[in-house]
């Protein structure tokens, strides 16, 4: 399954992507077209190596054989402020610095369209307030960083993303240390930038479920391979989330949206999964025993 | 609520707050300049200074432009020198206390100095050479031995800090062979001083300065970006590791160009970025700031040095007397809220 | 090989070195003298040779050395223990330049006093400077972590310093003294200054050596310390005098020395695994011995002076210090 056709309106795209850490290989020769103005997401186990394909794809590491190219050309060769005026980034952990407040903050999203002189003008005051209230957070402009809760400083990382003005975002596990509730804020704002702006996401969530919610396109990863990809209904089988995660599972419609819901099954039934299953009929109109 | 216009307001405020305190500092310095240049054994008023300066030729016209001239000047631009490299040190390795003189740098060419003066009986521009190779080829051993993956700031600054204790200890081992009147000699430029501040003596600092400085002024603008961690850096269109790297060579070449011509004058380059820190509370790189900060502390601990103090101290005595309760008082504050400058 | 036999070995070995090293140090010097010469100096007062002369001077300086290596050694392993930090050292946690600034002021204030009053002077200011450095070092959230500690330590001592500097730069005539005394050095032992010393060095040793549990479980870090029933402030105290007592006596014999404090118990560490009651005993042993090899090594070096050991040991230190610092995990023990 590792080879996917070709999509003409993809920009970013993986070719023949391995990494080596340590020594070890964590990524197979990697080839993937991110859908352009869909919403992608990546899952896989813990070590699947889903976090190194997203760093590559950032440019945050290099790959060590194949490139990844931004409109046809290798990301690595094009000047970085060019490729940050059209692929913008939000890693895990980012740091803020002691003190800074939310405008300023979310300002420097608009450093790769400063001049060489970093002069600023009152465009880019426009569109750090239309990022803000996008987010939810222009109350909060003037506030220091380590005043928010969780919930509020992931907006306002979002915000500082969106202040890039970027067409492809990638986010890196956007919902980690959230709430439930915050984590779907998170997601819904997410999908709005996509829906509104047609912009293309990729991005990392270790929730199943809401991975199968919010994304057009699914990439599953497991051993440092792309081992399943299409929509949520084509890739979210019992059959594959026991391949990338060896979890045994039933998969039943989500009951609001009607995407496919994972519902693990207990560790005694894991046991006699084999069992089980020839006991229920697979797929998703199943019900637990 | 804040609108657009709102924010514009509230940045130009602080941008205005900025240039105020940082105009207030340059009329500080060149007071303070101005009175260096008149105050001495024999006190000149400010018109005198001025004809001198503007080329009238007087009695007194060696003593202004052949003594205090370049005293004053390479207060200055050492004190500028020291706070630009200081402050650099400190935000991008994020701690308050990684100034150079603490990880080893100054260390590096104090060594090296005090070796030229007892072996060689180096005096001048030799030894100025000498002590920036030794600051410059102490920076690179500290950073090769500090490029092990992992967090640059943490480690370089115990590598740094092992690399001090190695190199004092060096010193001192020199200093304890050497007869007496070679120690007080090398002892007083281990202090820092200005009393060699010549013309000759000044030219390798003035042209080491603005051949320099421009770069560090220009790549500051992209500091604000590499605070907010490689990864966003990376997304936001920065090469951080190659920034840093370019923004640290400045700054070592700064402090080891300053240090050459006038010895480690004791917490400029720590202080000066703390200091400016507070005075423009909103700004994260506060370089301008910090490098008039730097001159207003070298300019005032030697006026202070010359003309109020019981003995002639070097100047480097003062700023330790002024510096060693501040930086006691920043360290306990630093702990206490968390690790910033 | 199991742990008893690990430790029966190291023993052995230990005491066989310190041996070696202590007859090395009576035997060479910049005048080597002969086994039988040593016999004859100990065994009959009236021989008076330049032979016997200095066994007899190095007598007590082999002793000063065993002693000074001893404190710092196991000053060091309870300083590394209770603050968790493998970087911890007394030397570099200001000991050092808050004894030389008080001896500066001493020597400035009152001329030249007795050599048992300096100590006492000494003693003070090491004392002054490290319980500084440990207030600095561990306030704040997170306690005291091995950045802040070394970083608290080097500032202290460069305020130290500065103050120093200050006393000493209008003042030629107390500059020959301080320059000596600066450097760590052994040479100069007294008998009479044993005497002055050893209440301090038997208090301190007693408060370090009855910290062995304590470090074991603070190893576990604070919050299951206080779980298994340490009571963590009180554990920490009783270390950090008996550490600061033996650091500040030792500085004060034989004036700064760096770097034993951290050497010798990642040697223990090395040899015989991370219980503090193998580490404590056998950091006093390494300490001895490498300040006594180090003294003879500068004798032996650059005859027919002689290297101080303070500088000797920084040599071999500063080295170790940076090689622990490239390790991967240097945030804890």
Same mark, same amino acid.
């Given at each position: 399954?590792?080879?996917?056709?070709?999509?003409?309106?993809?920009?970013?795209?993986?070719?023949?992507?391995?990494?080596?850490?340590?020594?070890?290989?964590?990524l197979h020769?990697?080839?993937?077209?991110?859908?352009?103005?869909?919403?992608?997401?990546?899952?896989?186990?813990?070590?699947?190596?889903?976090?190194?394909?997203?760093?590559?794809?950032?440019?945050?590491?290099?790959?060590?054989?194949?490139?990844?190219?931004?409109?046809?050309?290798?990301?690595?060769?094009?000047?970085?402020?060019?490729?940050?005026?059209?692929?913008?980034?939000?890693?895990q952990n980012?740091?803020?610095?002691?003190?800074?407040?939310?405008?300023?903050?979310?300002?420097?999203?608009?450093y790769?369209?400063?001049?060489?002189?970093?002069?600023?003008?009152?465009g880019?005051?426009?569109?750090?307030?239309?990022?803000?209230?996008?987010?939810?957070?222009?109350?909060?402009?003037?506030?220091?960083?380590?005043?928010?809760?969780?919930?509020?400083?992931?907006?306002?990382?979002?915000?500082?993303?969106?202040?890039?003005?970027?067409?492809?975002?990638?986010?890196?596990?956007?919902?980690?240390?959230?709430?439930?509730?915050?984590?779907?804020?998170?997601?819904?704002?997410?999908?709005?930038?996509?829906r509104?702006?047609?912009?293309?996401?990729?991005?990392v969530?270790h929730?199943?479920?809401?991975?199968?919610?919010?994304?057009?396109?699914?990439?599953?990863?497991?051993?440092?391979?792309?081992?399943?990809?299409?929509?949520?209904?084509?890739?979210?089988?019992?059959?594959?989330?026991?391949?990338?995660?060896?979890?045994?599972?039933?998969?039943?419609?989500?009951?609001?949206?009607g995407?496919?819901?994972?519902?693990?099954?207990?560790?005694q039934?894991?046991?006699?999964?084999?069992?089980?299953?020839?006991?229920?009929?697979?797929?998703?109109?199943?019900?637990?025993? | 609520?804040?609108?657009?216009?709102?924010?514009?307001?509230?940045?130009?405020?602080?941008?205005?707050?900025?240039?105020?305190?940082?105009?207030?500092?340059?009329?500080?310095?060149?007071?303070?300049?101005?009175?260096?240049?008149?105050?001495?054994?024999?006190?000149?008023?400010?018109?005198?200074?001025?004809?001198?300066?503007?080329?009238?030729?007087?009695?007194?016209?060696?003593?202004?432009? +052949?003594?205090? %001239?370049?005293?004053? /000047?390479?207060? @200055?631009?050492? *004190?500028a $020198?020291?706070?630009?490299?200081? &402050? !650099?040190?400190?935000?991008l390795?994020?701690?308050?206390?990684?100034s150079?003189?603490?990880?080893?740098?100054?260390?590096?060419?104090?060594?090296?100095?005090?070796?030229?003066?007892?072996l060689?009986?180096?005096?001048?521009?030799?030894?100025?050479?000498?002590?920036?190779?030794?600051?410059?080829?102490?920076?690179?051993?500290?950073?090769?031995?500090?490029?092990? +993956?992992?967090? %640059?700031?943490?480690? /370089?600054?115990? @590598?740094?800090? *092992?690399? $001090?204790?190695?190199?004092?200890? &060096? !010193?001192?081992?020199?200093?304890?062979?050497?007869?007496?009147?070679?120690?007080?000699?090398?002892?007083?430029?281990?202090?820092?001083?200005?009393?060699?501040?010549?013309?000759?003596?000044?030219?390798?600092?003035?042209?080491?300065?603005?051949?320099?400085?421009?770069?560090?002024?220009?790549?500051?603008?992209?500091?604000?970006?590499?605070?907010?961690?490689?990864?966003?850096?990376?997304?936001?269109?920065?090469?951080?590791?190659?920034l840093?790297?370019?923004?640290?060579?400045?700054?070592?070449?700064?402090?080891?160009?300053?240090?050459?011509?006038?010895?480690?004058?004791?917490?400029?380059?720590?202080?000066?970025?703390?200091?400016?820190?507070?005075?423009?509370?909103?700004?994260?790189?506060?370089?301008?700031?910090?490098?008039?900060?730097?001159?207003?502390?070298?300019?005032?601990?030697?006026?202070?040095?010359?003309?109020?103090?019981?003995?002639?101290?070097?100047?480097?005595?003062?700023?330790?007397?002024?510096g060693?309760?501040?930086?006691?008082?920043?360290l306990a504050?630093?702990?206490?809220?968390?690790?910033?400058? | 090989?199991n742990?008893?036999?690990?430790?029966?070995?190291?023993?052995?070995?230990?005491?066989?070195?310190?041996?070696?090293?202590?007859?090395?140090?009576?035997?060479?010097?910049?005048?080597?003298?002969?086994?039988?010469?040593?016999?004859?100096?100990?065994?009959?007062?009236?021989?008076?040779?330049?032979?016997?002369?200095?066994?007899?001077?190095?007598?007590?300086?082999?002793?000063?050395?065993?002693?000074?290596?001893?404190?710092?050694?196991?000053?060091?392993?309870?300083?590394?223990?209770?603050t968790?930090?493998?970087?911890?050292?007394?030397?570099?946690?200001?000991?050092?330049?808050?004894?030389?600034?008080?001896?500066?002021?001493?020597?400035?204030?009152?001329?030249?006093?007795?050599?048992?009053?300096?100590?006492?002077?000494?003693?003070?200011?090491?004392?002054?400077?490290?319980?500084?450095?440990?207030?600095?070092?561990?306030?704040?959230?997170?306690?005291?972590?091995?950045?802040?500690?070394?970083l608290?330590?080097?500032?202290v001592?460069?305020?130290?310093?500065?103050?120093?500097?200050?006393?000493?730069?209008?003042?030629?005539?107390?500059m020959t003294?301080?320059?000596?005394w600066?450097?760590?050095?052994?040479?100069?032992?007294?008998?009479h200054?044993?005497?002055?010393?050893?209440?301090?060095?038997?208090?301190?040793?007693?408060?370090?050596?009855?910290?062995?549990?304590?470090?074991n479980?603070?190893?576990?870090?604070?919050?299951?310390?206080?779980?298994?029933?340490?009571?963590?402030?009180?554990?920490?105290l009783v270390?950090?005098?008996?550490?600061?007592?033996l650091?500040?006596?030792?500085?004060?014999?034989?004036?700064p020395?760096?770097?034993?404090?951290?050497?010798?118990?990642?040697?223990?560490?090395?040899?015989?695994?991370?219980?503090?009651?193998?580490?404590?005993?056998?950091?006093?042993?390494?300490?001895?011995?490498?300040?006594?090899?180090?003294?003879?090594?500068?004798?032996?070096?650059?005859?027919?002076?002689?290297i101080?050991?303070?500088?000797?040991?920084?040599?071999?230190?500063?080295?170790?210090?940076?090689?622990?610092?490239?390790?991967?995990?240097?945030?804890?023990?």
């Open positions: 399954m590792n080879v996917i056709a070709p999509r003409s309106d993809s920009r970013l795209h993986a070719e023949q992507v391995s990494v080596n850490f340590d020594g070890h290989r964590v020769a990697v080839d993937l077209h991110l859908p352009a103005g869909e919403i992608s997401v990546f899952v896989g186990a813990n070590g699947s190596g889903k976090s190194t394909l997203f760093r590559a794809l950032a440019r945050l590491i290099a790959p060590h054989d194949g490139r990844v190219t931004l409109d046809g050309q290798s990301i690595s060769h094009l000047p970085t402020r060019q490729v940050a005026q059209t692929l913008a980034l939000l890693p980012p740091i803020a610095p002691d003190g800074i407040i939310v405008a300023d903050l979310v300002g420097r999203g608009r790769p369209h400063l001049g060489a002189f970093g002069r600023w003008s009152h880019d005051d426009d569109i750090v307030k239309a990022s803000l209230d996008a987010t939810g957070v222009a109350d909060l402009a003037q506030r220091r960083i380590e005043e928010l809760s969780g919930g509020q400083r992931q907006r306002v990382w979002l915000a500082m993303t969106l202040a890039q003005r970027a067409d492809i975002v990638l986010l890196d596990e956007p919902t980690t240390f959230l709430d439930v509730r915050h984590q779907i804020d998170t997601l819904e704002l997410i999908a709005e930038l996509n509104d702006h047609g912009t293309t996401i990729g991005m969530l929730d199943l479920n809401l991975a199968s919610r919010y994304a057009d396109h699914l990439f599953a990863i497991a051993g440092g391979r792309i081992v399943a990809t299409g929509t949520p209904e084509e890739v979210i089988t019992p059959e594959t989330v026991k391949s990338v995660y060896d979890l045994e599972c039933i998969v039943v419609p989500d009951p609001v949206t995407s496919p819901l994972v519902v693990p099954l207990q560790r039934a894991q046991r006699d999964a084999h069992t089980i299953r020839q006991n229920i009929p697979p797929g998703r109109d199943a019900t637990l025993p | 609520m804040s609108s657009s216009a709102t924010l514009r307001l509230k940045r130009q405020q602080r941008q205005r707050r900025t240039r105020l305190v940082n105009a207030l500092l340059a009329l500080t310095v060149c007071s303070l300049a101005v009175l260096g240049l008149c105050l001495g054994v024999q006190s000149l008023a400010l018109d005198q200074v001025f004809n001198i300066l503007i080329g009238q030729s007087t009695e007194q016209s060696f003593v202004v432009t +052949g003594l205090r %001239l370049p005293r004053v /000047l390479t207060a @200055v631009v050492a *004190g $020198a020291f706070g630009f490299a200081g &402050v !650099t040190f400190q935000v390795l994020r701690n308050p206390l990684a150079p003189d603490i990880i080893g740098i100054s260390a590096g060419a104090s060594a090296s100095a005090v070796a030229g003066i007892l060689f009986g180096a005096t001048g521009l030799a030894l100025t050479g000498l002590a920036l190779m030794g600051g410059l080829a102490t920076a690179a051993v500290i950073f090769l031995l500090s490029q092990r +993956g992992g967090t %640059l700031g943490l480690r /370089l600054i115990l @590598v740094g800090i *092992g690399c $001090a204790a190695l190199l004092t200890a &060096v !010193t001192q081992w020199m200093l304890a062979r050497a007869n007496q009147w070679d120690v007080l000699a090398a002892l007083r430029w281990l202090t820092g001083s200005l009393n060699s501040a010549f013309w000759p003596a000044l030219w390798p600092l003035l042209s080491g300065f603005a051949l320099v400085a421009p770069f560090l002024l220009f790549a500051a603008r992209s500091v604000p970006v590499l605070q907010l961690g490689d990864d966003v850096a990376t997304g936001l269109g920065v090469r951080p590791r190659r840093r790297a370019t923004l640290l060579i400045i700054a070592v070449l700064l402090i080891a160009v300053a240090t050459a011509t006038t010895g480690p004058i004791a917490f400029v380059a720590l202080l000066a970025g703390p200091i400016a820190s507070r005075l423009v509370r909103r700004e994260s790189f506060p370089l301008v700031t910090a490098g008039l900060t730097g001159a207003i502390i070298v300019l005032s601990a030697d006026l202070v040095s010359q003309h109020l103090a019981p003995v002639n101290y070097p100047v480097g005595v003062v700023t330790g007397l002024i060693a309760p501040f930086l006691l008082f920043l504050r630093a702990h206490r809220q968390g690790i910033s400058i | 090989m742990r008893a036999r690990r430790f029966a070995v190291t023993l052995t070995l230990s005491v066989t070195a310190l041996a070696l090293t202590s007859v090395a140090s009576i035997v060479w010097g910049s005048r080597d003298v002969a086994i039988s010469e040593v016999i004859t100096a100990l065994t009959d007062p009236s021989a008076n040779g330049i032979a016997e002369a200095a066994v007899r001077e190095r007598i007590p300086r082999t002793i000063l050395g065993l002693l000074v290596g001893a404190a710092l050694g196991l000053s060091g392993a309870v300083m590394q223990g209770i968790r930090n493998p970087l911890a050292d007394p030397g570099l946690s200001g000991v050092n330049a808050g004894a030389a600034f008080a001896v500066v002021s001493a020597l400035a204030l009152a001329g030249t006093p007795a050599p048992g009053t300096l100590m006492w002077v000494a003693l003070a200011g090491a004392t002054l400077a490290a319980i500084v450095t440990a207030v600095l070092g561990s306030a704040g959230p997170g306690g005291a972590s091995p950045l802040k500690l070394a608290a330590g080097a500032a001592s460069a305020v130290c310093a500065s103050l120093t500097n200050a006393v000493l730069l209008p003042r030629v005539d107390i003294e301080y320059r000596f600066q450097i760590g050095s052994i040479g100069g032992a007294d008998v200054l044993f005497a002055a010393a050893a209440p301090f060095l038997i208090v301190g040793g007693v408060f370090a050596l009855s910290s062995m549990r304590a470090l479980t603070l190893a576990l870090g604070d919050e299951l310390a206080t779980g298994v029933g340490l009571h963590v402030p009180r554990a920490r270390g950090a005098t008996g550490a600061v007592m650091a500040g006596t030792a500085t004060a014999l034989a004036g020395i760096v770097f034993v404090g951290l050497v010798a118990p990642h040697v223990a560490r090395l040899l015989l695994g991370s219980d503090y009651r193998w580490i404590l005993p056998a950091s006093v042993g390494f300490g001895a011995i490498l300040v006594v090899a180090a003294d003879v090594l500068g004798r032996i070096l650059s005859r027919p002076s002689e101080e050991v303070g500088i000797t040991l920084c040599l071999i230190g500063a080295p170790i210090f940076i090689a622990i610092a490239r390790r991967n995990r240097i945030a804890q023990l």
